[in-house]
T-cell receptor, first 113, second 114 residues
């Protein structure tokens, strides 16, 4: 069964910490995405990547960075976590030529205290 | 930026009844796609149904169908014969311009009661 795996289901971090959220897909997809989800705001795109070492800013990239060193792995980095980054983070992947929407991970609920 | 409107933050329906979840969008693209996803309380996003803007027929997938009105830029999801397991958040997501970016609405929380 193909899947997108997010390394942590729940995370609690302190303000100012550097936080890594990891996402791995086993479908050989070129495209990978990071969204955050907040009540009343839906899903908002943070960053996406269409190839190894390639990245593009989404709608809300401030306070975040990403890394894509291998095709299967897309990491979201919070350089200095703040309480307003408490949220649900969803990773997704897709195939550029056979686009049937995204395959999502199960999400990481991050709490910054 | 593309604007997606889901006007119903919450909907209630009784088991076995049909329910319609609204979605309107704003795009200048002539060719685009529309996705609906379901998110149960467990958090994963589940693909439900897809409609292409040039598809002649409204999309259907089992108990799910789309009431697609291209001129009105609306793509309402119809769930027939609701089940308790349909209780979830539902998101409309038109395909954004350019690179395969899905732009999500704010969602509708559906609660199915016995």
């Amino acid at each position: 069964d193909v899947k997108v795996t997010q390394s942590s289901r729940y995370l609690v971090k302190r303000t100012g910490e550097k936080v890594f959220l990891e996402c791995v897909q086993d479908m050989d997809h070129e495209n990978m995405f990071w969204y955050r989800q907040d009540p009343g705001l839906g899903l908002r795109l943070i960053y996406f990547s269409y190839d190894v070492k390639m990245k593009e800013k989404g709608d809300i990239p401030e306070g975040y960075s990403v890394s894509r060193e291998k095709k299967e792995r897309f990491s979201l980095i919070l350089e200095s976590a703040s309480t307003n980054q408490t949220s649900m983070y969803l990773c997704a992947s897709s195939h550029p030529q056979e686009f049937y929407g995204y395959t999502f991970g199960s999400g990481t609920r991050l709490t910054v205290v | 930026a593309q604007k997606i409107t889901q006007t119903q933050p919450g909907m209630f329906v009784q088991e076995k009844e049909a329910v319609t979840l609204d979605c309107t969008y704003d795009t200048s693209d002539q060719s685009y796609g529309l996705f609906w996803y379901k998110q149960p309380s467990s958090g994963e996003m589940i693909f439900l149904i897809y409609q292409g803007s040039y598809d002649e027929q409204n999309a259907t997938e089992g108990r799910y169908s789309l009431n697609f009105q291209k001129a009105r830029k609306s793509a309402n999801l119809v769930i027939s014969a609701s089940q308790l397991g349909d209780s979830a958040m539902y998101f409309c997501a038109p395909l954004g311009t350019g690179f395969q970016k899905l732009v999500f609405g704010t969602g509708t929380r559906l609660l199915v009661s016995p």
